[in-house]
């Protein structure tokens, strides 16, 4: 069947920006292997911001073991869920929220498309927002000076940088990842040789136990600050592979690539939150610029310089993806300019939380819990869905409503909308005033309330994952054979 929807052709012969949009790309633009995912899915995890997490886990009020346990579990599984979408890009070549049609109808996959743009907008912003904090830190520190103009400056260069990479595309990402990769690697090794003085296991081993909900709230936190941030964009990356790849590289090396950093940092960052109150406290307002005070003075710039690309790493998949989705909800225009739009939202927000917000801990757990049960929903249905798959896609009809996709399937819809209801109804979020009528549910379903044991478990991101995951399983077994048939 003929596409009904404009795409944006493949790049032009010595062009340096990519043209391609969200059609699927062509075979003869496809190459590379599995392995090579490594790079942009280390590099957009290795940042220093992971040692941070360490401090927002034991605020859970769990001990050193309870953490590291749910940290592993958390990161490694949230990852492996990235892992199982990414399949879907090698199979259909095209981007993630693209191929999300295939479970919700072309026109119905316009909601988790918009949904998908919110949290990368939010992400990139986020990421942004510490590189300019910490860039103040590390000037104040020096005697430099870290007050407004330093802000401005490291808020333009670390924006231009993003937004360059997200506007010029694929290979440019691909090739500052590999750079990133390597030169954040090797700094923040050594960053931890410096800091490792200021471990205190006497201190750490005798942090107290927590609760079965504190471990499940930190649990649940730490997938949704890694692995379940991704999700809406792990097969981006994977499209240009040919489709001859395997499949299990495909999985193992985006779950390895992505994990292992984050792993590694999450354990340093537990053994020195845990030996040092005031350096946890201080983590909450400034998440990267506070790891800063165990340093040499010496070593502050090359600090800064890991902090800023590790956080850029990030920024840069999620600009790109942004792009992406926002393409894929229904604005019409080339893939470089959705880049250009995101990135001028991902300024001004910046210069909100920078220049007139307050505690930064607060709003991105706030912003964390609110969009990732939607997200989460999201990820069930798809997950199920390319776990029913046999066949690859049938690439023309993800852009044509009359296709064997559809234009609105109401189950996996119903599925999102009910998981996020009953989700919201299941965490609480005192971040944000405007937030506190979460929870709702916690009362009646007899589980404490909004101040009980269980308000701070991060429950309704659990629930709303298996309701979209167990509901495709069961209701959408049959339209999926019968799309593969037809």
Not at 165 to 175: D, H, K
Not at 363 to 376: N, R, S, Y
Not at 400 to 416: A, E, F, I, S, W
Request: proline share 3%; hydrophobic share 55%; charged share 10%.
């Amino acid at each position: 069947m003929a596409r009904t929807e404009e795409v944006t052709p493949a790049a032009a012969a010595g062009s340096r920006i990519e043209l391609n949009g969200i059609e699927v790309i062509a075979e003869s633009e496809r190459s590379g292997r599995p392995r090579s995912l490594f790079w942009p899915w280390f590099a957009s995890n290795i940042s220093v911001l992971g040692v941070s997490y360490g401090a927002f886990t034991l605020a859970f009020g769990v001990s050193f073991a309870q953490a590291a346990i749910a940290g592993v579990v958390g990161i490694v599984v949230s990852f492996a869920l990235c892992g199982v979408i990414a399949l879907a890009g090698k199979r259909g070549s095209a981007p993630t929220m693209v191929l999300s049609r295939a479970a919700f109808g072309v026109n119905g996959n316009r909601l988790t498309a918009g949904l998908s743009w919110l949290l990368t907008v939010g992400w990139e912003t986020v990421l942004v927002i510490l590189a300019t904090l910490a860039t103040a830190t590390v000037f104040t520190r020096l005697g430099w000076g870290g007050g407004t103009g330093t802000k401005v400056v490291a808020l333009i260069v670390v924006s231009a940088i993003t937004v360059l990479a997200g506007v010029a595309g694929f290979t440019v990402v691909m090739r500052l990842q590999t750079v990133i990769t390597v030169v954040t690697a090797v700094l923040t090794v050594i960053y931890m040789v410096l800091a490792a003085g200021h471990i205190h296991w006497s201190t750490v081993s005798s942090l107290p136990a927590g609760s079965t909900q504190n471990v499940i709230g930190a649990l649940v936190f730490l997938m949704t600050g890694f692995g379940l941030g991704w999700v809406n964009a792990a097969a981006d990356y994977s499209r240009y592979l040919p489709r001859a790849a395997s499949g299990r590289g495909v999985f193992g090396w985006t779950t390895f690539a992505a994990a292992l950093g984050p792993v590694v940092l999450l354990i340093f960052g537990l053994l020195l939150a845990g030996s040092s109150q005031s350096l946890s406290g201080a983590i909450g307002a400034d998440p990267i610029g506070a790891l800063t005070t165990l340093l040499p003075t010496w070593f502050l710039v090359p600090f800064a310089i890991a902090a800023v690309l590790g956080l850029i790493g990030g920024a840069v998949l999620d600009i790109y993806s942004s792009g992406l989705a926002l393409l894929t909800a229904g604005v019409r225009i080339p893939r470089y300019l959705a880049a250009g739009v995101d990135g001028v939202i991902m300024v001004a927000g910046t210069i909100y939380v920078v220049f007139f917000g307050s505690s930064f801990i607060g709003e991105f757990q706030g912003f964390l819990i609110t969009l990732g049960v939607p997200i989460a929903a999201w990820c069930g249905v798809m997950l199920a869905d390319v776990a029913l798959r046999r066949r690859d896609y049938a690439q023309d009809e993800l852009f044509d409503p009359r296709g064997r996709y559809g234009n609105v399937r109401l189950l996996p819809l119903t599925l999102v909308v009910a998981g996020t209801a009953v989700g919201w109804g299941l965490v609480t979020n005192t971040y944000a005033g405007w937030l506190d009528w979460q929870g709702y549910l916690l009362g009646p379903l007899g589980l404490g309330g909004r101040q009980g044991g269980w308000a701070f478990a991060g429950l309704g991101i659990l629930v709303a994952l298996v309701i979209g995951l167990v509901g495709t399983l069961v209701g959408s077994a049959g339209t999926v054979r019968r799309q593969e048939s037809g």
